[in-house]
């Protein structure tokens, strides 16, 4: 059974960092793309961030280009979001995903399976 734990959010000030982790169980992704979404109050879920397979390159959004940063360790089977100069318009629950293709997708409906989101909030 594949599980994707999320962890690292919380609370911080406007202009600081946080990293998120996503720690993957029951297969091996590696070879598959990861990436990041993120859901505020009221809104619906949008795309954060990818990572592809070996081989393929990462994709943000717009909105946080220039201040995250997605990286992977395959071994450890774990997705990272660095995310610095943080705004308050971060705030959401942020939530890992995991493809069973190797090329990364702005779209959720790119991806397979889904952690269970871990909060972030910035304040200003």
């Known amino acids: 059974q594949v599980q994707l734990v999320e962890s690292g959010g919380g609370l911080v000030q406007a202009g600081g960092s946080l990293r998120l982790s996503c720690a993957a169980s029951g297969r091996t992704f590696s070879s598959n793309a990861m990436g990041w979404f993120r859901q505020a109050p009221g809104k619906e879920r949008e795309f954060v961030a990818t990572?592809?397979?070996?081989?393929?390159?990462?994709a943000y959004a717009n909105s946080v280009k220039g201040r995250f940063t997605i990286s992977r360790d395959n071994a450890k089977n774990t997705v990272y979001l660095q995310m610095n100069s943080l705004k308050p318009e971060d705030t959401a629950v942020y939530y890992c995903a995991a493809s069973r293709s190797p090329s990364g997708s702005s779209s959720g409906n790119g991806y397979h399976y889904w952690g269970q989101g871990t909060q972030v909030t910035v304040s200003a």
């Open positions: 990572i592809g397979g070996t081989g393929w390159g990462t």
